[in-house]
């Protein structure tokens, strides 16, 4: 071990336990490395160094008075939040200049059960207006850029978190994802992010996402990190309207990050999704050498048509667009929102309530149309992203957001998949362009079983150990 940051979250839990680092020392480094890094890459929007000291603080005084059995599992773990998820008292802009000054009362269900679980907030991560675009350039912070080449985008909406992540200002992160918005970033900051399944992380208390397109995932460097925050948080709440199966026979998604996978049958496509886009042969390469690698590794590896279909993009869009319009915003405020933002909203208006529940009912056959012809895989492999990391500004147009909507298309034409369907997904680091810059795959997997999905994620990391000798000039 060279430095604390070269510390998974999970070895971080067990070295604080062992007593070998306390909570004020892991706060105490990483402030330090946030107030040297974070001007030049825009992981956080907000940095909350006196309460991460003085949780960090009471956490040593936990160690002190409890007895170990009944310690958290995360105590004095520090964790990053995404600025659309409100922590009480924390100032959560969600990323206009709308609500700069905006402190919520209460904490995000998520946010609660990180803290039950022990865990010391460093601040509240970068992200775009409403979450709305995949990348992070917004109107109250300097763009999220990525840690390997600060000239390229960290993706988004969770791209803050990524950079936190990726550039050693935290362990993980939390994100949350409506149509890539974990695995985007973590595909082009060299991560691993996990999309869950519908209803496996409360959105709760407050309205959420009624299409059920966006939920709380984890932004970590290990599949067992991303296993170990969904241990935490994956936690039904009194009137969550989904629900997750729970894990059998008290099963612990750790637990499966122990296991074999077994032989699984495994189905692959490289056609993108929602737009004709040709795939970059880098990202091309990537999937095809994993696609060799789990035949290695003893599965049934089956090419399968890839599931575009324009009256489901059509459908997504319509209900992407009501979203953006349904956040509410003060009196005479519309003119400050970003042009894109303003153009969704404008979308969104337009269409009735009958085009809306049309369009929610045409996700949900193709939710069980894809149910139905992958049944039986236990998952699918594709390319997480159709290109390598883009430049800061290369997908955003002010002067027409509809081409702007179109270049985040041409970009990310796989991810919207899962969360049309409600399926796991989890994109994983496998490769580096010859520019230097990261390059993921993605695997899906069924309906409520991130389990398999683990398992499976585990097993790759083992042969392909990404963060085993290389990490980004700011890493040291």
Request: charged share 20%; with cysteine.
């Amino acid at each position: 071990m060279a430095d604390l940051h070269d510390l998974s979250a999970f070895e971080q839990a067990a070295a604080i336990r062992r007593g070998d680092v306390s909570p004020s020392e892991l706060v105490d480094h990483y402030l330090a490395r946030i107030e040297r890094w974070n001007d030049t890459l825009g992981a956080y929007v907000t940095v909350t160094a006196e309460l991460a000291r003085s949780q960090a603080a009471a956490a040593e005084r936990t160690l002190r008075s409890a007895e170990p059995q009944s310690l958290p599992p995360l105590l004095g773990v520090p964790i990053a939040i995404k600025d659309l998820t409100d922590v009480a008292g924390v100032r959560t802009t969600l990323g206009s200049a709308v609500f700069a000054d905006r402190v919520p009362s209460t904490d995000a269900h998520v946010v609660a059960l990180l803290r039950a679980a022990g865990t010391v907030l460093l601040g509240k991560t970068n992200t775009p207006e409403f979450g709305l675009p995949c990348y992070t350039e917004s109107d109250i912070a300097p763009p999220a850029r990525s840690p390997w080449d600060p000239r390229y985008s960290a993706g988004g909406s969770s791209g803050g978190s990524a950079v936190a992540v990726a550039a050693g200002l935290a362990p993980w992160a939390q994100g949350n994802d409506g149509g890539g918005s974990v695995r985007i970033p973590a595909a082009v900051c060299g991560l691993v992010g996990l999309k869950v399944s519908r209803g496996r992380v409360s959105n709760g208390p407050g309205p959420g996402d009624v299409s059920g397109l966006a939920w709380h995932g984890p932004l970590t460097r290990t599949v067992r990190d991303a296993a170990l925050w969904l241990d935490a948080v994956a936690v039904p709440m009194p009137g969550d309207p989904y629900w997750a199966p729970p894990l059998p026979g008290g099963d612990s998604f750790v637990a499966a990050t122990d296991r074999e996978p077994g032989r699984l049958r495994i189905a692959r496509y490289a056609t993108p999704v929602i737009i004709d886009e040709p795939v970059d042969p880098e990202c091309l390469d990537a999937y095809e050498r994993i696609s060799t690698l789990l035949v290695d590794l003893g599965h049934d590896v089956v090419d399968v048509p890839g599931p575009g279909d324009p009256e489901v993009v059509a459908a997504f869009e319509r209900v992407w667009a009501v979203l953006a319009a349904a956040t509410a915003l003060p009196r005479g405020a519309e003119w400050r929102v970003r042009p894109l933002t303003r153009w969704l909203r404008d979308r969104g208006r337009r269409i009735s309530g009958p085009e809306y529940a049309r369009a929610v009912a045409t996700l949900h056959q193709r939710t069980r149309d894809i149910a139905v012809a992958w049944q039986q895989f236990d998952a699918v492999l594709t390319p997480t992203l159709a290109h390598p990391a883009v430049e800061v500004g290369a997908l955003r147009d002010d002067e027409d957001p509809a081409a702007d909507f179109e270049n985040q298309k041409r970009f990310t034409p796989f991810t919207s998949l899962a969360n049309m369907t409600g399926q796991p997904a989890i994109t994983l680091p496998v490769a580096v362009s010859r520019a230097g810059l990261p390059i993921g795959v993605m695997l899906t997997g069924r309906a409520g079983d991130e389990a398999t999905l683990l398992s499976l994620a585990a097993q790759i990391e083992a042969v392909v150990p990404w963060n085993a000798g290389r990490q980004p000039a700011c890493w040291s």
